[in-house]
């Protein structure tokens, strides 16, 4: 059997995350785990001896982080790119994290089924947030595959609903104005939403949203206070919540 494909070693850098926590080798072009990353990993909740499932994990920023908020619990990861699911491995075994986190080369594409795993504790994932190839200006090769999701929303919707225990929990980042798209297909197999607005500023429109539910789930939809990122007026830094999840010294929480 060949080894997993390496990206050329001057193709990738090296960040620290969450205060220096955490350590990850990511592809110095393409798609990079960002603020969107992190504030999935902080929306984890996952208890001790609970497994999650993240799909569509790259080169693993939102598992890592995850994974040192939750140390109890143990994760899957899923990337069909053959070369961020190896870095992702690196990055699990550089952070002392193999014996928490697995991953696996495998597209949402072909479902749940196709991983031979039995249902989640909880799963995450920041979906691709376009669907249409001509909605992106000239997209690079590098972030076409992390960007455009070739089977729509509802292939990573569908995925997720399989994948997930009856009352387990499913949360997701993406693009606010996808927020009824994603309750549309979310809404098929899970309830008891709570949303989370995402706003660059206080006077701005929410740019993403993150979204609770449960399978089977039956309460009712909750709108929770929003997370303002910026305060105007000081050269745009974090504001101290957003700052403090970003360090690590805070987590998103759910009602």
Known sequence: ??????????AVTENRLMGGRVTLRQPAR???AGLDAALLAAACDAGPGARVLEAGC?????????????PGATFLGVERDPIAAALARENAA???????????TGDVAAGFAALGH????????NPPFFDDPNSLRAPSAEKTGAWL?????????????????????LTLIHRADRLADLLSGLGVGAGAFQILPIHPFADAPAK?????ARRTGKAPLRLLPPL???????????????????RGEARLKWL
């Open 1 to 10: 059997m060949s080894s997993p494909p390496q990206a050329p070693l001057d």
């Open 94 to 104: 550089l952070n002392g994290l193999s014996a928490q986190i697995e991953v696996l």
């Open 30 to 32: 393409g798609y990079r």
């Open 118 to 125: 039995p249902v989640f504790d909880a799963v995450l994932a």
């Open 228 to 246: 303002i990122l910026h305060a105007r007026g000081g050269a745009e830094k974090h504001t101290a919540e957003a700052e403090a999840i970003l």
């Open 58 to 70: 790259g080169a693993g920023g939102v598992l890592m982080a995850a994974a040192v908020r939750c």
């Open 208 to 212: 993403r949203v993150l979204v609770r």
């Open 149 to 169: 999701a070739d089977d729509g929303l509802e292939a990573w919707t569908g995925f997720l609903l399989k994948a997930v225990r009856e009352g387990g929990s």
